[in-house]
């Protein structure tokens, strides 16, 4: 059954008022039209009315991406490297936020103290810095990937402890770089780092060690299964989990990565991009960035050389910023870039200043 019409529209208009033969309206019709003008005139002032005080209001302004520099760029990868230094470092600097980072077991149960904790809250108060993210560096929770479930439980409460951590120094994000599997060996410790052979011997081939009971199936299952549990206990910490890639690990790339997340399903889980290794694996980085545009939480920065092998000083390579932060800004990304900057002879210091100048360039 048809809906009755609006009552502003006039019903229909009954015979004596309908228009004459001779194409004159009568008494009756005139008066009708005239009504229904009435009724349109009030409506079309109402609505411009009503709306022209909302159009005098300015668009809320967008939150742009916010700068930050993670702690080891200014301490080494070890138990001693520690972060107090570094957040003054990065403080006088100037930016907005740093990442901190648990670079051993011996360090997460020695170093990360509640009263450490509450030392570097305050001199991270001092200087305005937010925490980013808190990083569990590789070998804290290496086991993740073993399929033996007693390692793998041994290694969820490390990384719950990590937890704890991040939320005790503020940080809305925990996170790790996604571990490779246990049944890999390469040439080096940090299998990641082995992705090319500068200068190969004669008859030196590119091998990584594949144990016999590599089995991809079961690995993915158990990985799988093991992230959905750091979620989980990211969540019970009131923070989210962010994977990064890296090479011949579980989630090597940005599709890698999506696949993983189409298995959890969960928006407590994003993706830490480093511009670098996108580019080292071959993809470009704003091509990445659209694909993770809505698992995007933290971004690490760093440029590359033109063969895409090494990660020189920033300003000394090839990396596109300037296309990165309008992409960023064009998928209306409002968390932070934080510099990743691998050890060179040169200025650090410089370095980190001129990079923060960089990326206000490319974000203005």
């Not at 011997?201 to 089995?215: H, L, Y």
């Not at 080292?280 to 092998?309: C, F, S, T, W």
Request: glycine share 6%.
């Amino acid at each position: 059954m048809l809906a009755a019409p609006p009552r502003f529209w006039p019903a229909a208009l009954p015979a004596a008022r309908r228009r004459h033969p001779s194409g004159q309206a009568g008494a009756g019709q005139r008066s009708q039209l005239a009504y229904t003008q009435s009724i349109m005139d009030r409506r079309s002032f109402l609505s411009t009315s009503l709306a022209a005080p909302l159009a005098a209001q300015p668009a809320p302004a967008r939150a742009r991406p916010k700068i930050a520099c993670t702690s080891f760029a200014f301490h080494p990868f070890n138990t001693a490297g520690v972060p107090d230094e570094a957040i003054d470092i990065i403080g006088q600097t100037g930016f907005e936020g740093i990442e901190l980072i648990v670079n051993s077991r011996e360090q997460l149960r020695d170093y990360w103290t509640e009263a450490k904790c509450s030392e570097l809250r305050k001199r991270l108060d001092r200087w305005g810095l937010e925490v980013a993210q808190f990083i569990l560096f590789q070998p804290v929770v290496e086991g993740l990937t073993s399929l033996d479930a007693g390692e793998r439980a041994r290694n969820l409460d490390f990384f719950e402890e990590g937890c704890r951590l991040a939320r005790r120094m503020g940080a809305p994000l925990i996170n790790i770089v996604a571990p490779w599997a246990r049944e890999l060996q390469g040439p080096q410790e940090y299998l990641p780092r082995y992705y090319d052979i500068e200068n190969p011997k004669p008859g030196q081939k590119f091998r990584i060690e594949v144990a016999a009971s590599f089995d991809w199936d079961k690995l993915w299952s158990a990985y799988v299964a093991t992230t959905r549990e750091c979620v989980e206990r990211a969540k019970r910490h009131g923070i989210k989990l962010t994977i990064e890639h890296h090479t011949h690990t579980m989630i090597h790339d940005a599709t890698s990565f999506l696949l993983l997340w189409n298995e959890i399903r969960d928006p407590a889980l994003g993706y830490n991009l480093d511009v670098g290794w996108t580019l080292a694996q071959r993809e470009y980085p704003v091509v990445a960035i659209h694909k993770m545009k809505r698992q995007l939480m933290n971004l690490h920065m760093r440029d590359i050389d033109g063969l895409m092998r090494r990660f020189p000083h920033i300003g000394e390579g090839v990396m596109d910023f300037r296309h990165i932060g309008q992409t960023l800004k064009q998928i209306g990304y409002s968390g932070f870039l934080s510099l990743e900057q691998d050890k060179h002879p040169g200025d650090m210091k410089a370095t980190a200043a001129r990079y923060l100048a960089v990326m206000k360039e490319a974000l203005a």
